[in-house]
T-cell receptor, first 115, second 111 residues
Framework: DAGVIQSPRHEVTEMGQEVTLRCKPI?????LFWYRQTMMRGLELLIY????????DSGMPEDRFSAKMPNASFSTLKIQPSEPRDSAVYFC?????????????FGPGTRLLVL | SQQGEEDPQALSIQEGENATMNCSYK?????LQWYRQNSGRGLVHLIL?????REKHSGRLRVTLDTSKKSSSLLITASRAADTASYFC???????????FGTGTRLTVIP
């Protein structure tokens, strides 16, 4: 398996623009997580899905952020409109099974810079 | 917040030395995991220790867990330059289906 795939790897945009980050989880994994990593706040969970259904979105910072999972092999995280404080590395991770001992597999991340 | 905290924030050692990183957390857990992150990459799972375990080994890694102190340590023996990375502890928290990551320890192993 190719692992978790994220695109784009790097994104530079101007304030006010819409940004869409994409994730393809590992085939067969039924949990998908979106994280944001910054120097100041570390790694924060934004939202996670189980079987394509959003379970907990309490980490989504504002209404400007939205996430979808239309099918088991694709998820998007959208920021509209983007702001400079959204600059961070965004990770997608997937996991198989509900057991708490299951490992999360992380993608390489999307490095977002909002000017 | 359930987020853990690693100590130290940064650690620099010579190749061949042992590296010890500590993690403290706030709530009851079912298990604790350690992840590694190379610069510019995603996190990679290293090892998991259950709440009823006190010590676990995997290759050059040794993890301890003290639930009474809500703390864990990760020991890397005979470090190599390739061990240079950031190391994070992650806890599940009872009833939670997601992980809560600590702030990370940045380890530099000097050849």
């Amino acid at each position: 398996d190719a692992g978790v795939i994220q695109s784009p790897r790097h994104e530079v945009t101007e304030m006010g623009q819409e940004v869409t980050l994409r994730c393809k989880p590992i085939s067969g994994h039924d949990y998908l997580f979106w994280y944001r990593q910054t120097m100041m706040r570390g790694l924060e969970l934004l939202i996670y899905f189980n079987n394509n259904v959003p379970i907990d979105d309490s980490g989504m910072p504002e209404d400007r952020f939205s996430a979808k999972m239309p099918n088991a092999s694709f998820s998007t995280l959208k920021i509209q409109p983007s702001e400079p404080r959204d600059s961070a590395v965004y990770f997608c991770a997937s996991r198989k099974g509900q057991g708490r001992e299951e490992t999360q597999y992380f993608g390489p991340g999307t490095r977002l810079l909002v000017l | 917040s359930q987020q853990g905290e690693e100590d130290p924030q940064a650690l620099s050692i010579q190749e061949g030395e042992n590296a010890t990183m500590n993690c403290s957390y706030k709530t009851s857990i079912n298990n604790l995991q350690w992840y590694r992150q190379n610069s510019g990459r995603g996190l990679v799972h290293l090892i998991l220790i259950r709440s009823n375990e006190r010590e676990k080994h995997s290759g050059r890694l040794r993890v301890t867990l003290d639930t009474s102190k809500k703390s864990s340590s990760l020991l890397i023996t005979a470090s190599r330059a390739a061990d240079t990375a950031s190391y994070f502890c992650a806890t599940d928290g009872t009833g939670a289906n997601n992980l809560f990551f600590g702030t990370g320890t940045r380890l530099t192993v000097i050849p």
